[in-house]
């Protein structure tokens, strides 16, 4: 019910743009959330959206990534500007409590 697209392959200081798309009205009324799991790590939380547009990010990425959502469009995107090669990881939307994105992955090169 979310599908997760627009990761690539980007150089350092580069940016990429994902979206979820939900099916149905599933982001109607409820917070969204972008996730991302880098080699040998675990799934880390990353930015969030209320409702009513309220967002927040990890530090690592404050200042470069921006969480927006399209309630008519029932999607949630993630803009993603001065990436760095840390960046690298495969990028997990969610729609709580138990919505995943199948994952899109996200490559920075140095």
């Known amino acids: 019910q979310l599908q997760a697209s627009g990761g690539g392959l980007v150089q350092a200081g580069g940016s990429l743009r994902l979206s979820c798309a939900a099916s149905g009205s599933l982001f109607s009324g409820v917070a969204g959330f972008w996730y991302r799991q880098a080699p040998g790590k675990g799934r880390e939380l990353i930015a969030g959206?209320?409702?009513?547009?309220?967002?927040d990010y990890v530090d690592s990425v404050k200042g470069r990534f921006t969480i927006s959502r399209d309630n008519a469009e029932n999607t949630v995107y993630l803009q993603m500007n001065s990436l760095k090669p840390e960046d690298t990881a495969v990028y997990y939307c969610?729609?709580?409590?138990?919505?995943w994105g199948q994952g899109t992955q996200v490559t920075v090169s140095s």
């Open positions: 969610k729609r709580p409590p138990v919505y």
């Open positions: 959206i209320t409702s009513s547009g309220n967002t």
